[in-house]
Structure formats: structure tokens, C-alpha cells
């Protein structure tokens, strides 16, 4: 968990720096932002207040939506409601198990995707969107079967015969659920 957060520290400082043009002062542990004289002082953050950081927006990201669905067949509104439910969309998301980013891969699931940085939305929106697509084929096609692996583990899926008696894992799926029929669906 530990190793999580600093991952996710680090990738907010980027973010920081390139949407905001702000630099942490190491001494201090807040964020500065440059500012001409003639317009505002200095807005300083603690770094703690960063990692509740905002939704991404839409139109940041309907191409990630769109180019995961169209990369991986799934229709664009299933990826969409999985990172609200998943995220509430917000990229620096760590649950109490450590899942991590807009998607909340586990850390071996990250990694087992070729994640470098689970916080990078990009990166986090492809894996997460496989990872989704795999469990889709692995449950030939049974969407709620797909979804109730992704949110408590294929290895529940499998033990339970099914979707598992978790009321997480079955109010997940409602929540989800209804979307549009796969396109493909194997």
C-alpha cells in the first residue's frame, strides 16, 4: 500500500506540472504555482489535498473511451460505467483493498498488464478495458459473470459457480448493468 501511494504522489506531481505549470517545494511538501505579479498571489496545496483529486473530464475522456471500445469490442457506455462506479472517474482513486486509478486495478493486475503507471489514465483505461474483455471471453459472453469477476475476482467467480454472494459484488453489477448488447460477442 505503502509503495501505492508513493506511485500515486508521484504521478500527481506530473500531473501537476504539466496541466498546471505548479512544482513541489521538497522542503515544505506544497505545490506553488508561478504567478505574474499583477494577478493573484501564490495558491499553495498541501500535497495531501492533491490526492483527492478531480473527475477527468469528459471530453478528456471520450477518446480513451473510444479508442479502448473500439480496441477491445466494448460497447463505449460499459467502460463509462465502470469508471463511475469503479472511480467516481477520478484518476488518483486508491480503495481500501489498493486498487488503484480510474479502472482500480489491483497492483498484480497492473502489472501483469504491462501498467508502468496505474494513475497515467491511458494506461489505466487499456489495461482495465482488456483485463474486462478477458473476463468476458473467459465467461463466454456473460456480461454480469465478466463484471462480477472484475469486482470481486475471477477466483470468487469460479469458487462460487457464479456470481458470488457478495452484496458489493451484486449491487456492482446492477449498478452497471443495463448497457447495450457486445458487438462480437464471442
Known sequence: ?????????????????????????????????????????????????????????????????????????LPENLLDRVIARESGRRPCAVSAKGALGLMQLMPATAAALGVSDPFDARQNVEAGSRFLRELITRYAGDLALALAAYNAGPTAVDKHGGIPPFRETRDYIRAVLPVEPLQGAP
Do not use: Y
Open 1 to 73: 500500500m505503502r509503495s501505492a501511494l508513493e506511485r500515486q504522489r508521484k504521478s500527481v506531481r506530473k500531473q501537476m506540472e504539466a496541466l498546471h505549470g505548479v512544482k513541489e517545494d521538497t522542503e515544505s511538501g506544497f505545490f506553488t504555482t508561478p504567478w505574474p505579479v499583477w494577478t493573484r498571489p501564490v495558491e499553495v496545496l498541501p500535497v495531501s489535498q492533491l490526492m483527492n483529486c478531480d473527475p477527468v473530464p469528459a471530453q478528456v475522456l471520450a477518446p480513451l473511451l473510444a479508442r479502448a471500445t473500439t480496441r477491445h469490442g
